[in-house]
């Protein structure tokens, strides 16, 4: 195995991508059904013909810069495994800001009876997911425009165990959503300005889905969208939590100010130190 783990490094270095020990670390790991910790633990191992094509095959799809989630099928996020595939986005670890996000503002709300969640964009499932095992008296409605996301999601919550606490639906925002109201909206919409599309890793531009990446001219198309409908949609003190571009916080903040029916609007960095969510409740004095 090491072999093979010196020369995949090499062809991953030499095609300029970074951490390319790492990366050819964990997809000999990912290819071969084990911990990296095994790769070393048995160095010598002879590798058979067929494991060195699967392994080849998996070096040749990174070095044409393939996510390396989509060509090993799952990402881990929130120290849980989620399947992935090119009909959704890569997991991100900035997103997890936004769970954290609702889990505080729901720690300080007082609801009666089940919490009703509606996770808009829900993607792979992620959000939904953590939501549903994290605040298990929670009903949760996860929506997307794609069919071929939400198939994705459905495994994911059946692999976690929350499949009968999460309905899924497709639909485009709030149209098609099942009834209101909800004690929290969260969503990580499309936000990449248009223009910049071209500008990101050929790793994002050329593989991962552009709706789900492309936020229009300016980045705050869906944000337009979202803010003033939620206001019909939520309870009364209900929270609307939103993911964001690291330069949005303001945008977005000024669009929930200029809906008389929000307070306590807030920006929440990420761990990196970026801006990563804003955050708002339905005013509960008119």
């Known amino acids: 195995m090491k072999t093979f783990l010196d020369w995949s490094t090499d062809r991953l270095d030499r095609s300029g991508i970074k951490l390319s020990r790492l990366e050819a670390e964990v997809l000999l790991a ?58 959704v986005l890569v997991p991100r670890p900035e997103t997890e800001t936004l769970i954290e996000s609702l889990l505080a503002m729901y720690a300080v709300t007082s609801v009666n009876g089940p919490v009703r969640i509606l996770d808009i964009g ?10 549903a095992r994290e605040i298990p008296e929670s ?3 996860a929506t997307d425009f794609s069919s071929e996301a939400l198939a994705v999601a459905r495994e994911n919550a059946s ?19 099942p009834e209101p109201p909800y004690d929290f909206i969260v969503s990580n919409p499309p936000y990449i300005e248009t223009g910049c ?8 531009r050329d593989f991962e889905p552009r709706t789900a990446l492309d936020g229009g001219i300016d980045g705050l198309d869906f944000y337009r969208r979202i803010v003033p409908d939620a206001l019909n949609h939520l309870k009364t003190g209900g929270g609307l939590i939103l993911e964001i571009g690291e330069t949005q916080a303001e945008a977005v903040s000024n669009l929930l100010h200029s809906e008389e029916g929000y307070e306590s609007i ?16 339905k005013r509960t004095n008119g």
Do not use: N
Request: hydrophobic residues 40%; charged residues 25%; aromatic residues 8%.
């Open 159 to 177: 692999a976690h165990g929350v499949f009968d606490q999460i309905s899924f639906v497709q639909a485009d925002l709030f149209l098609g959503a």
């Open 30 to 87: 990912g290819a071969l059904s084990l911990s990296r910790e095994e790769i070393y633990r048995a160095p010598e191992r002879v590798l058979s013909e067929a494991e060195r094509s699967i392994l080849q095959t998996c070096v040749e799809r990174r070095l044409h810069r393939e996510p390396m989630a989509y060509i090993l099928g799952h990402r881990e996020f929130w120290s849980l495994d989620f399947k992935v595939t090119p009909s």
């Open 266 to 281: 807030k920006v929440t960095r990420d761990i990196g130190g970026y801006d990563r969510v804003v955050s708002a409740r």
């Open 122 to 131: 829900t993607g792979s499932g992620i959000v939904a997911v953590v939501a």
């Open 197 to 204: 599309m071209h500008d990101l890793m050929p790793d994002i």
């Open 139 to 141: 009903q949760v409605t």
